[in-house]
């Protein structure tokens, strides 16, 4: 995995004492709270319903043993013991004193990390595939770019004042785990006739109250042109996007209002004008940065079966390993998402214990998966018995990756100032209804996405089930969604109808559900049957 | 306390400043007034009249004015980019990157602050038209980039 040299370590030494002078003369008063906020922001610092909240940026989701051991260790020492994995692979903490929030700076900087413009309007982390590295049908390995692309947009002096945030993932297979269409800018690394690798760009998609799924701009932009077409990208973004109303600023709706052809007019003009400035780095510089992504020395002749009859490790490998390119090896993922728990949480003990099974089992390398779960990506097969008995000792088992007991919730009303309706309860309480009735197993792959409001940090829009918490007279109600995608078969759920309290969205997820038991074909999954049946008969059956 | 902070040597040219708008019309007029929406580049044809472009920035949190700065100076502009209105020392460090050379703030910035803001970075990650060296060239040996 990449590691700072000199440089990149000097400019996150040199972040944290920026913003310790700056908390200090916030806390002195000399700086108002509305001068602050930006510059808190920019540093991950969120002022939410009961304390700060940090979150923490973990590059393309990526983290060594050492690094996952810190995290562990911030939970402990400065939250209550617990740390939150996030959908943009994040983590965050959400019991922080303002004051305290320096030192962590601090301690993340000692592990090359840091929570550099993980808000505020600015270039976010940049996000990718979870699997990247290990994923039997990548072209290439998409991380090299992507922190090509994180160098280029940290401390970007143009772009740090955006008309909204803007989020960028990058993968580099026609399988899609990183919703890279819901993006601001999505990049699939990709192959020419030629046979050249470079990135087709695809701009202008979101979640937010205005879904939208990105549009192809440039199918092919030539890898020695990635910084310069990205940066012409953000500037006709940074120069024309709305600023006169948050909830248009997002570049979707510029894109959409502009139309993508005349954008992409614009961009292409940008982009030539800015090719005659040098701003490109060279090839070098990516060459300097992929043999850090090199594969790891897997061994050969290794065993390529799993031996054990255990049922419960069966079920385990059976649901949450995944297909590796190396023979002998699987991806494993460990859920977050045990049955009645909190979808992303885990304890400062259990982040440790993550660190240490990387470095003892994947090469020191695990992920964070947007779908709040924890992967090891490279482990052996015959070792894999041996690691989920130490899971299941820690409570790290939860054999339910991909089912719908795998939820992904927002923090909601029980953090979150912007929130309409809690959302931990709700996940609780359909993973305890599905754990019970002992239907998850048939269902398969069924993804459950729940929001607490409109702004859809649950990416409610693209589960095959959404689920978003309304405000109604005062009285939180939850609206359900079905048919939504966030793979490459990108779509957008629709609303079946009326909302329900608590317990009545718990009841309609079972009969939706009930009705793909009884309709599906062979093969196919909720959202297969869904497409193919329509709305109409789930309807009924939820409030016929 | 400095109400107007300058990285040049010529004299200040303090001529007023026209709108963007009436600017075709009065290129004597010298001093030139960007606002948010304006587009920078009707500026272009008539620069070599200018001698001071005022960059407006009514709210700091609004950033077109950034971008402004830079296609100016991306098109060999010499004259002052001045940044004036909501500025604060915490912008400093990216405005000297694109392109301003001067400041005029409503609300006057601490000398010290100013010092700070600006000595604080060595390196940048990216290149502009303002001459640092960005990493990815000290990497590469290649420090005229
Ligand atoms: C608790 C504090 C949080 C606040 C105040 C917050 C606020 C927001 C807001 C206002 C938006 C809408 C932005 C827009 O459409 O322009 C948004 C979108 C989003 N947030 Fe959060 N969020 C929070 C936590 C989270 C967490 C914990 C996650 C990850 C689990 C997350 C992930 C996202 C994602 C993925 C989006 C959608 C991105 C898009 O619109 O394209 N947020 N958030
Ligand atoms: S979706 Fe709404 S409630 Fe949930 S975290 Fe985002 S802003 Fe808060």
């Known amino acids: ?544 | 306390m400095v109400e107007l902070l300058r990285f040049r040597d010529d004299e200040p040219s303090e001529s007023p400043a026209v709108t963007v708008d009436s600017f075709g019309d009065q290129s004597n007029a010298g001093a030139v007034r960007i606002e948010p929406g304006d587009d920078a580049r009707e500026l272009l044809p008539h620069l070599a009249h200018v001698r001071r472009v005022e960059i407006n920035f009514p709210v700091f949190g609004d950033g077109r004015g950034y971008s402004a700065a830079r296609i100016l100076r991306e098109a060999g502009f010499e004259g002052e980019i001045r940044a004036v209105g909501d500025v604060a020392v915490d912008q400093l460090a990216y405005m000297r990157r694109c392109g301003f050379d001067a400041f005029q703030p409503d609300k006057a910035m601490n000398d010290a602050d100013v010092e700070v803001a600006l000595s604080r970075w060595d390196d940048v990650y990216q290149k502009t038209t303002d001459g640092l060296t960005p990493i990815w060239a000290l990497r590469h040996g290649n420090a005229d980039v």
């Open chain 1, 1 to 544: 995995m990449y590691q700072y040299d000199k440089y990149d370590q000097q400019m996150v030494d040199t972040r944290v004492e920026e913003f310790r002078d700056q908390t200090r003369r916030r806390l002195s008063g000399e700086l108002s709270e509305e001068k602050f906020r930006p510059l808190r922001l920019m540093n991950g610092l969120y002022l939410q319903l009961h304390a700060y909240m940090l979150r923490v940026a973990v590059p393309y989701g990526t983290l060594s043993g050492a690094q996952m051991k810190a995290l562990g260790d911030i939970a402990d020492k400065y939250d209550r013991g617990y740390g939150h994995f996030t959908t943009r692979q994040n983590i965050q903490y959400n019991w922080i004193k303002l004051e305290d929030a320096p030192e962590i700076l601090a301690d993340l900087a000692k592990v090359e990390m840091h929570a550099i413009q993980t808000s505020g309007n600015c270039i976010r982390n940049i996000s990718s595939d979870h699997f990247a590295g290990a994923a039997a049908d990548e072209i290439i390995d998409p991380r090299p770019y992507a922190e090509l692309l994180r160098q280029w947009s940290s401390f970007h002096p143009e772009f740090s004042y955006l008309p909204r945030k803007f989020k960028i993932a990058v993968i580099a297979s026609d399988t899609d785990r990183a919703a890279m269409r819901l993006h601001d800018i999505g990049i699939q690394m990709v192959r020419n006739d030629a046979g050249e690798i470079g990135c087709a760009f695809y701009v202008g998609g979101g979640m937010g109250r205005t879904p939208m799924v990105a549009p192809l701009i440039n199918a092919f932009v030539p890898l020695d042109e990635l910084i310069t077409y990205s940066e012409a990208c953000l500037r006709v973004y940074n120069r024309h996007g709305r600023r006169d109303n948050k909830y248009k600023a997002r570049i979707k709706i510029l894109v959409h209002e502009m139309g993508k052809d005349e954008y992409t007019r614009q961009v292409e003009e940008e982009f030539t004008h800015l090719k005659a400035q040098g701003i490109e780095p060279p090839l070098a510089e990516l060459a300097r940065i992929e043999p850090y992504f090199a594969d790891p020395a897997f061994k050969t002749g290794i065993v390529d079966e799993i031996a054990s009859d255990a049922p419960d490790f069966a079920l385990w490998v059976g649901r949450n390993t995944v297909l590796h390119k190396a023979p002998g090896y699987v991806s494993a993922v460990i859920s977050l998402k045990p049955v009645g728990g909190i979808p992303g949480d885990a304890s400062a003990d259990q982040i440790r214990l993550m660190g240490d099974l990387a470095t003892e089992y994947s090469f020191d390398e695990c992920r964070v998966m947007h779908t709040q779960n924890i992967v090891l990506p490279h482990v052996e097969k015959g070792r894999l018995k041996e690691l989920y008995d130490t899971l299941a000792a820690n409570g790290l088992a939860a054999p339910n990756l991909d089912t719908i007991e795998d939820i992904i919730a927002c923090p909601g009303l029980d953090y979150c100032s912007l929130a309409n309706a809690r959302s931990i309860p709700v996940a609780q309480k359909i993973s305890e209804r599905f754990a019970g009735n002992g239907k998850t197993a048939a269902l398969g792959e069924l993804k459950l996405k729940i929001s607490g409001c409109i702004n859809a940090c649950g990416h409610h829009h693209a589960g095959h089930i959404g689920i978003l918490g309304v405000d109604k007279k005062g009285v939180e109600n939850y609206q359900l969604l079905l048919g939504g995608s966030e793979a490459q078969d990108t779509s957008l759920g629709k609303i079946t109808g009326p909302g329900f309290d608590e317990d009545g969205i718990v009841d309609a997820v079972e009969k939706a559900t009930d009705v793909y038991l009884e309709k599906r074909e062979d093969g196919e999954r909720f959202l297969d049957t869904y497409r193919r049946i329509g709305m109409d008969p789930f309807k009924e059956a939820i409030y016929g």
